[in-house]
């Protein structure tokens, strides 16, 4: 067995079956860099940023993810649709499968770690089939340092083979050639059939999910966080396209990090990551100026295609949508150097409404906190088929159901106890559409959202009055500095009252329907939580 890179004795891939492979051990990112463009496997940019093709696979393939049935897991796990089960016999068939495929190849594997809060560090050893899959483990996973890796042992490891498909699928209780499976058990990851790197960062997001709360006392969460000068953390949810990576970007604040975060017992908030992996769609520098800077050597750029001049073009989305960026945190200026900090003050739950029917800022109670988080809503606008206007409501409970392998009460129990110790004031904020539906009225400016998010962190909103909201019952302040007043009651944007209300039921019916599935596990404060009304009667009295 060769070994090149940073190697120590006890290091040997020998035990997880693996023979006659020559390693590359933890290779540099130049390094790692220039064996993909030599080997023709990606290109730089005109400013020197790798950029790879992911191939068949732009983004993960949530169809194919599945979770080892056995003594660990089968009481724990919420399993369904987003949980599936597959044997352990079927799983130790298929990783023999892929470690006979990896054996006698050249092949690369990274010592590396998640958990900034040393308390609940995870060492994570993985091999990859590809030399640019191992650069985005640099980038995504904490970094050890040279002692560190000295005696390295893993808790986790991650079996990365773009290249294996499975030719019968079925016989393996798979559904196609393709899977990304965590056995619990054996602690391991295992990737085939697909090169989309994100398969391997929410690979370890999911244990962490399931580990941490069960384990810890920890609640694990799919959100972005920040910490003040007078060291009070915010954290702020959203699915994608909510505004999650724009909003915790803050002149005035350090970036915690921008995506997987626990909160433990003692109220610390800590990163699971040591990098970011950022949408580059339509990027700008004047929208996204951290993350555009962050785009230089030691990034790596998925699924874009290049001007002229070499430079990315961020506006085409001809191979994907989901183009995307990974970088190491360090590529940010503003970040909180130990990726952890205390006191958690305020949540931001951040949705993007294209119904137009939700206020830009509400305070919620802790009832509704739970039950919205358990929601976990957003709007998508309908695709671009012509003629089709109407808004989408997508729900993903606790903002990252594809994550989550418990059921979503147990987080928003979670959750809801932590925000009531802590004393942590939640807010949901509409970072969609005022005056009308898509289409109708207006995104709302972000100039705005972000005088919403200051004066909430300033203590602005602490003492000033506020309206319920009949039909959500949230909680809407009668002032904000820098917002114009009307638009703080979505109500009152409407040139159409009767319009406003009949569209406000639609989604609040919404709301309910998805709730149905969560209410059977939910306490009646949860349950109570939700919008006040699903019936068409008592609307008059408001005309």
Known sequence: MKTTGTVQNDKTLEKYGLKNVTVNWNLPPEELQKITVDKGMGKETANGTLAINTGKFTGRSPQDRFLVKDDYTADKVWWGKTNKGISPENFDKLEKEVVKYLSGKEI????????????????????????????????????????ELENFKEDWLILCAPGYECP????????QG???????????????????????????????NMILPTEHSVLPMHCSANVGKKGDTAIFFGLSGTGKTTLSADPDRKLIGDDEHGWTADNTIFNFEGGCYAKVIDLTEEKEPDIFRAIKPGAMLENITFKENGEPNYKDSSITQNTRVSYPIYHIDNIQETLYANNPKNIFFLTCDAFGVLPPVSKLTPG????????????????????????????????????????????????????????????????????????????????????????ILNGDLDDVDYDQNFIFGLHMPKYCPGVPSELLDPMNTWLQKGAYVGKAIQLAHSFHLNFEKFAAQASTQ??????????????????
């Open 368 to 455: 509704q906190a739970a039950y919205h988080f358990i929601s976990g809503y957003t709007a998508k606008v309908a695709g671009t088929e012509a003629g089709i206007t109407e808004p989408v409501p997508s729900f993903s409970a606790c903002f990252g159901e594809p994550f989550m392998p418990l059921h979503p009460t147990v987080y928003g129990e979670m959750l809801s106890k932590k925000m009531q110790e802590a004393g942590v004031n939640v807010w949901l904020i509409n970072t969609g559409w005022s005056a009308g539906p898509y289409g109708v009225g207006s995104r709302i400016k972000l100039k705005y959202t972000r005088a919403m998010i200051t004066a």
């Open 526 to 543: 949860i349950i109570e939580g939700g919008p006040l009304i699903d019936e068409h009667h008592h609307l008059h009295e408001h005309f």
């Open 108 to 147: 690369y594997a990274r010592d590396g770690y998640v958990c900034a809060d040393q308390e609940f560090r995870t060492n994570i050893r993985t091999v990859t089939e590809l030399p640019w899959s191992n650069l985005f483990v640099y980038n995504m996973f904490l970094r050890p340092s040279e002692k």
């Open 168 to 175: 019968d699928p079925k016989s393996f209780g798979i559904r």
């Open 178 to 208: 393709n899977f990304s499976i965590l056995n619990f058990t054996k602690k391991i990851a295992l990737v085939g059939g697909s090169a989309y790197a994100g398969e391997m960062k929410k690979g370890i997001f999911s244990a962490l």
